[in-house]
């Protein structure tokens, strides 16, 4: 399957997401889950099915997101979260499992524990990770980190060109880096790696089993192959090729250096050939078995001598061991020298000194090996097809390979390169100064690296010491099945993700991002970096992204996210009560089950919401909503909604631009309205105040009366109340039903005890419905308030154009307050 990825394609499923969403009328906007709440701020929803369980979820107005299951956490136009835990941030993301998470337009994770970061990215493994665009870890253990390469420049994103890790405990790291099967490991743009095979290195290719390719170009394409250098090329089994352009073509050969190459021949070392003819062979120990190389200085040693008198041979006697002829014996104790040797002409020809020292004088050019001339340092290459080269150098095992002083290649097929490398286990390849591969499959690369069991450690003292764990960059570390990238990152935490510097993720399946982030517990995921707040140049705790308890979530420069199941998201957020959620630049929620939502907003005590910048909502179960909007401190239970509006006695509600409640249970609505007096509704202020229009009659004693009514008492007149608009016949209010009243034109209540104000206000004819505002219109004890507001059975709806009803579907029990929203759901709730 093809996917356009140029802006603007229709093909592209993001694209299309976008422009619909640009396109889609933010008016109205739904909620989909039962006994959910969706919150609208600035045309930005966000969907809390259960409050007491902290779910949560924002878009930008294109809607249809879903969330479901403990502590998940969605963000995007047709974004799912469904996994416990599970977090979904983009549109059309989704996160479908247990600790899930999936942060990019399109990104897509089911596995356990997986993560996928970047526009279209798949982790759809155990503990798999994907990092860039379109790039796909879609089996356990798996990571791929890179995005896409637009190979045959049509605009169109093929499967070869993204970067692919989908196979158990593979590892892609580069861009359109691609493995191809379990336990495979590609480091390196276009790199392709197969079964436990190591590619490093643009354009790296390792598809031999077990095989190993380092270099820009270098090729490695047969079983237990290794090609190193640029452009090296292994293509036999059991093949090496080391330095730039070097070629092993012929089974268990060894081609070294630049340019050198093996030609047909099996079981040979080459230090030349192709452009470099031949190279010298230096530092070469002295030979004691007969399939030993010689040195120069053996051979000058093998002369014969004479006598220093006669200039005869000493012992001269010379014999035939056989009658054949074909063998001669010098007899002598002190050996015996043959003397006036001519040049040796054919391959069998005995040569002279004359020609053996021209040979040394030559000698060769681009191989030389130094170490002490007694045999105590030797090279050591005891195991079958095996290589070793350097002083004390041991390869042991089969086709094992050992180069460097004192390099240890121990294990079957194993490598070692550099000095004190060792490479103990089976296909273990160590590359780099004191580097230890000790696990089976195990790939160390940088002095002090080291690396377990199916293991890679990439760069200086990089330790990958769990199973299946990837470590890269200087002093990284990461644990059973984890991932470490990045100078001095740590992921120690089982199938942890830790990316970037100094960056800790110890919990076990958390996942961090950004330098000096960290998430400690288990499941979490934090992204984002860190912000010298001090100015001290030192790292202090509270200034890194950070996730310290179970279920958290912080997104955004030295955010935290510190209780149980928390969420921050936004530069310096902070949540820090259970089930709690910060959104915004400095947001802070500190109390259990509360929301800040806007910069500097703070919820402090249990069940608070603020939401708006500066919103501070310092009560227990308070409610603010618009910009600088406050609950004081002890004002519990209290509600301001609007900018600037202030609480500051418990139970009291400020509605409107900068209204004011000083007294408890008092009711502020209007812009700067203002109630300091215990048990007021108040709709003005001294020297602002206002009338109160379109007042029902009242029935109780307790009730208002309105104007109408004053009059009908002052004359005696009409008992109830009626009142029409321009004086046309025919646009009477009808209070047809018992204890009804119906006030404006058109206005209609024709069930009992029901209230219709405004012109063709409506109510239902079973009753008990109230409809305020022109249009108005509600169900069986339904309330509508505002103009063409609708109200369902039982629901609220509460400003201009609110609803509950849409089409044939129902908002029973619904409450929908604000301009334009919509509840459409059984019991939700829309603000």
């Given amino acids: 399957m093809k996917t356009i990825h140029r802006t603007g394609r229709k093909s592209d499923p993001v694209n299309r997401a976008a422009s619909a969403k640009s396109s889609a009328r933010p008016v109205c906007q739904q909620a989909i889950a039962s006994g959910s709440m969706l919150l609208m701020l600035g045309g930005a929803l966000s969907l809390m099915p259960g409050l007491a369980r902290a779910q949560a979820s924002c878009t930008q107005s294109g809607g249809g997101q879903t969330v479901s299951g403990i502590g998940a956490f969605v963000c995007g136009s047709n974004a799912t979260a469904s996994g416990a835990n599970a977090t979904a941030f983009g549109n059309q993301s989704s996160a479908t499992n247990v600790g899930a998470t999936a942060l990019g337009a399109g990104a897509n994770t089911n596995g356990l524990q997986a993560s996928a970061i970047g526009t279209q990215s798949q982790a759809n493994g155990e503990g798999a990770t994907a990092v860039g665009a379109q790039s796909r870890a879609n089996a356990v253990g798996a990571a791929a980190f890179g995005g896409f390469v637009d190979l045959d420049n049509d605009d169109v994103t093929d499967a070869n060109e993204l970067t692919t890790a989908s196979f158990t405990n593979a590892t892609a790291i580069g861009n359109n880096a691609q493995v191809s099967a379990i336990a495979g490991s590609a480091f390196g743009n276009q790199s392709r790696a197969a079964g436990s095979a ?10 031999g089993l077990n095989s190993i390719a380092v270099g820009q170009g270098s090729t490695a394409t047969t079983a237990g192959a290794a090609a190193l250098g640029q452009s090296a090329d292994a293509t036999a089994a059991g093949a090496t090729a080391i330095g730039l352009n070097a070629q092993a073509i012929s089974a268990d050969s060894v081609a070294l250096g630049s340019g050198a190459t093996t030609g047909a021949r099996t079981n040979v070392v080459s230090v030349g050939g192709g452009t470099v003819a031949t190279r010298q062979i230096i530092n070469v120990g002295a030979g004691t078995a007969t399939t030993d190389a010689a040195n120069v200085a053996q051979l000058q040693s093998a002369g014969f001598t004479t006598s220093a008198t006669t200039g005869l041979v000493t012992n001269p006697a010379v014999t035939y061991t056989d009658t054949g002829r074909g063998a001669v014996t010098f007899g002598g104790t002190g050996g015996t020298r043959v003397s006036n040797v001519a040049t040796g002409l054919a391959a069998t020809d005995a040569v002279n000194l004359a020609q053996l020292n021209a040979t040394i004088a030559v000698g060769i050019r681009y191989f030389q090996a130094d170490g002490l001339d007694n045999g105590t340092d030797d090279a050591v290459a005891s195991g079958t097809n095996s290589v070793a080269a350097g002083s004390a150098s041991l390869a042991s095992s089969g086709n094992a390979t050992a180069v460097g002083q004192a390099a240890e290649a121990t294990g079957a097929g194993s490598s070692a390169f550099g000095q004190d490398s060792a490479a103990s286990s089976a296909q273990a390849t160590a590359l780099g100064q004191a580097s230890t591969a000790g696990g089976a ?10 690396a377990g069991v199916n293991a890679v450690a990439v760069g200086q003292a990089a330790l990958a010491s769990g199973d299946a764990a990837t470590a890269v960059g200087q002093s990284s570390e990461a644990g059973f099945g984890a991932a470490a990238l990045g100078y001095d990152s740590t992921a120690t935490g089982r199938n942890a993700v ?10 076990a399946r958390s996942t961090v991002v950004g330098a000096f982030s960290q998430a400690t517990a288990d499941e979490t995921t934090a992204v984002g970096g860190w912000i010298d707040i001090n100015a001290n140049g030192l790292v202090d705790a509270n200034e890194v992204t950070r996730t310290t308890a179970l279920g958290t979530s912080a997104f955004g420069v030295a955010a935290g996210a510190t209780a149980l199941n928390a969420t921050a998201l936004g530069q310096l957020s902070v949540a820090g009560g259970a089930n709690a959620t910060a959104v915004g630049q400095g947001s802070n929620a500190a109390g259990t089950d509360s929301l800040a939502v806007g910069t500097g907003s703070t919820a402090a005590g249990p069940g608070d919401i603020a939401i708006g910048s500066g919103t501070q909502v310092l009560a227990d179960q308070g409610t603010a909503v618009g910009t600088g909007s406050t609950i004081a401190t002890g004002a519990m239970q209290a509600t301001a909604f609007g900018a600037a509006t202030n609480v500051s006695a ?14 408890a249970n008092a009711v502020a609505l209007g812009a700067n309205a203002v109630a300091d007096q215990a048990g007021t509704v108040s709709v003005g202020n001294v020297g602002g105040e206002r009338r109160i229009v379109n007042v029902a009659a009242g029935t109780a004693d307790t009730d208002a009366v309105n104007l109408a009514q004053l009059d009908a008492t002052v004359a005696e ?12 016949t025919g646009d009477d209010a009808v209070a047809s039903g018992v204890n009804t009243v119906a006030a404006g034109s058109f206005a209609s209540a024709p069930g009992s005890e029901s209230v219709a104000v405004g012109a063709n206000a409506t109510t239902a004819v079973a009753g008990h419905g109230t409809a305020i505002g022109s249009a108005a219109n509600a169900a069986v004890s339904g309330t509508a308030l505002g103009r063409e507001a609708q109200a369902a059975q039982n629901a609220v709806a509460v400003g201009r154009g609110a609803t509950t009803v849409s089409g044939t579907d129902s908002g029973n029990s619904a409450v ?14 829309v603000l």
């Fill in 198 to 207: 190591t590619a490093v290195g643009q354009l790296a290719l390792a598809t």
């Fill in 441 to 450: 499959a195990s790939t160390a690369v940088g002095q002090l690296a080291q």
């Fill in 498 to 507: 830790a990316v970037g510097r100094n960056t800790l993720a110890s919990g």
């Fill in 650 to 663: 418990a139970t009291g509600t400020a509605l409107g631009f900068g209204a004011s409640v000083t007294a």
């Fill in 717 to 728: 007149g009409i008992r109830y109340f009626q009142a029409n608009g321009s004086g046309a």
């Fill in 816 to 829: 929908s307050i604000g301009n334009n929203t919509g509840a459409v759901g059984d019991f939700s709730t």
